[in-house]
């Protein structure tokens, strides 16, 4: 805008200034136009006057001429008497009157003149007079007294004195000839002045006209080329810049971009290098223009050497003329031959560092315009060269993620704030059986069905939560309905669009199926093997204890051998199956209040020939203590053989086991203790595993099945105990059990946590391995219900021994067992503890079945859970208030 | 030397194992020295100057390979062929034997009945 603003002020001022020259020339050509036409009407005038003049003189001089005819007529007559004078006389002397009338008519604008006149007139009427008696003298008296008359001179002095008044009046004319003249010639001088300066004036309008507009003119041209370099400038700069933005690819922008300067700047060929920074050479990645190539041409160039690297290397555009220039190895006969004369290169710079070099050889002198246009679309380049190669290096490192997540086994799922899948890789396409597009944009509970609450949100924070960081199981939707469980390890992660979740997904379901296969196998395998190993055993037996006949010594040591060894696989097995049925919560607990001594009683007496094999006494120490727990009587007699017979085992002969009873606050515990060798530092950890021997061999020496610790373990965590050791080597062990005392469970009163002047408050204990869900949990039930969190199954047992619950959340995968293994605990007699499943893993069906309440993690939500505490609690309530005994 | 085998060291932990093995060897007409533990075989072994050493591979304390070791270290059993017998007979297993310098390896549970005549075909056969 502004530059036609400032050419169309221009344009006003050019005409004004014109407008305003063309008037005053006009004004002046007026001026000298009226001041000559008054001039001439001036020497009209004079010459008017001076015509006059001549016309008065004329009339004198005939006035003049007529009195000498008068006088001459007269003396004619005079002398001759000849009457023809006479006649002539009278037509002269007629004549004088009017010619003096006439004079008289000139001269009457004339006062000097025509004062003179009556002389004239008196003058001449006494010549005519006085002739006139000459005339008649002669007649009458004849010649002689005319003569006498004449020679009286009085006609010659009247003539004379006619004469001089003519010849004043002549005079005067003259005078006034000769005024009137310069006066006329005096015009005509100012006349020419006038016009002369006129005609100056005009010429010098014209050429300040002629000035001006050629200033003017010069102006324009000057302005045009100044715009025509602008426009050049911005087309090319245009056209780089189409080619940069337009171009597919990187190669294809900078060909044009090349293309663009031979086209713009009339260039012969324009190159564009680009920095190789690991070789620290340029590269020739375009090239353009009709001039041929010179075929030594280098594509790759060391940052440094020749005109272009160095231009690289000291970041310094630079015009070369290739004339004079020295040359550079192998194109000065090239340039020559082609008749390039210039070189211009300018580098190729993004903040500091140099991409490259845009170079072009032209056959005329490059002027600084040229490379200051190269100048104006280097930066242009040069971010185009930055961009495409950020861009590369993106798109590798994409692609490299890409592959590696399109490449992983596990499942990949991205779920923005509000659970609404933003990705999924090949592996979670597979799993869910959806395909990609089905599942991007949709919401996370197509997935997984828990997360089809009212608040999405709410979902993501209790997911958050619970698998941020670590591997938690979920229930997941397949496209045809299936729900199947898999692992889930969430994440987090923040983009331009705010927070996202990952999560790694793995299907489990295989996972399970194999586990329930492998359950299924050993189980099959193991009831299979007692069929035949009942036919074994049996017959062994049989031939062994004579029953077909008397046998010799040897065959009788081999048969017992043989024996020994089937009833040793005979335990084998079945600690196999007790195993599985204790895990899979199959196994059958019979729980009652009993006494302890009794009990410990027994078991020594039934392990002593055991003990006595191995010439080890047994002790039991404290027999006569009067604690009362809740157990399985068989159970605990199992636990119990299984740590006698271990300790037997490992003392050395002579020694004694002891069996020691003791009760505690709210615990009796158990314990057997051995003068053995001790066990291992490296084994203790593992002690309680399955089929694991301080020696491998141990089992086959002391006759174990590997087996023993670990249903021991299995069968105390049941009956709601604890189990542990202590150990020295070469000193002894000391295995222990605690087990709830039942006068610590039956005192509590059920709702017993009162506050000092409030309502009681239901106790919840909410078993789970989670390091933030109960908090959640009981953050949910701390408006009604005061809660206690156990970490584990031990921890679950020590808080169910030291007090009542109302009602217990419990979770199955605990790092220490499995939920499940406190039913028993729960089911006791006395009153049963209500109980609410709140667990990732699917509940078998008898233990669902005992519960209160199921709640898959997955499938449900906390607040779905404080539903089912409250209902139960509410049972509970009317339940005590309908026996009405409040405890 | 003798072209016929007759003195055997045995090594086996199991007591039952053993009882059963050397009762089939001495069937056999096969001298047997068994012995309870890799010590005790080592201890035994240049007194009694075996043609051919059965080991157990799977024993406390020194195991069938140790035990190997040791014997070889003694002059009395520096070059006597060894037979391993394991529970343990996959070919892998049975291949990292052989490279410890086992001749054969015999598979648990063995026939009590041909253990001997087993025995002195592999003697023959490494001797």
Known sequence: LKPDAGAAGEDRRLERRLVLGLSVSLLTVLAVAVWTYRTEQLVRQSEAWITHTHRVLETIDHSSALLDEVDAAQRGYVVTGEPLFLETYRASAAKLQPSFGEIRKVTADNPRQTRLIPLLQALTDQKIAFTEKVLKERQDRGMKSAATLISTNRGEVLKIRIRRVLDEMSGEEDRLLAQRTGVAQGHSRRKLVVLGFGILLQFAFLFAVFYLVREDLAERRRAAAAMSETVRLATFSAAVGAALTESPTLHRALEACAEAMVGHLGGAIASIWVVNSKELVLERLATSGDGVENSDALERIPVGQYRIGRIAAEGIPRILDLTSDPPEPGDKDWARRQGMVAFAGHPLTVAGRTLGVIAMFSREPITGAALHAMSTVADAIALGVDRARAADSLRASETLTRSIVEGMLEGL????????????????????????????????????????????????????????GRVTEWQGRRKDGSIFPFELALFEFWTSEGRHYGGAVRDLSEHYEIERLKREFVSTVSHELRTPLTSIRGALGLVAGGAAGPLSTQAKGLLDIALKNSERLARLVNDILDIEKIEAGQLEFKMEELSVAPLLQAAVEDNRPYADGFGVALAVENGSLDARILADSDRLTQVITNLLSNAIKFSPKGETVHLVASARS?????????????????????IFGRFQQADSSDTRQKGGTGLGLAITRLIVEQLGGTIGFETELGRGSTFWVELPAVDSVAARPRILHVEAGGAPRPRVLHVDDDPDLPTIVAAALSEFADVDVARGVREARERLAGGTYDVVVLDIGLPDGSGLELQPLLSRPGGPTPFVFFSAHEIPQDAAGRAAAVHVKSRSSVAALVESVKTVLAETAAGVDAAGVLP | VKDVLERVLYVEDDPDIRAVGAFALGLGGITVRSCASGDEAVAAATTFGPQLILLDVMMPGMDGPATLEALRALDATAATPVVFMTAKVQPAQVAVYREMGAVEVIPKPFDPMTLAADLRTIWQRAG
Do not use: W
């Open chain 1, 666 to 686: 709210n615990v009796v515990r158990i314990e057997v203790r051995d003068h053995g060798p001790g066990i291992p530092e490296e084994f203790r950890s593992r």
């Open chain 1, 413 to 468: 799922l991205t779920v923005d704030k509000t659970a609404r899948i933003k990705s999924v890789n090949r592996a979670a396409e597979r799993i869910f059986g959806y395909s990609r597009g089905e599942l991007v944009g949709q919401p996370l509970s197509c997935l997984i069905p828990d997360a089809g609450g009212a608040r999405p949100d709410a979902f993501i924070q209790e997911a958050r939560i619970r698998a941020m």
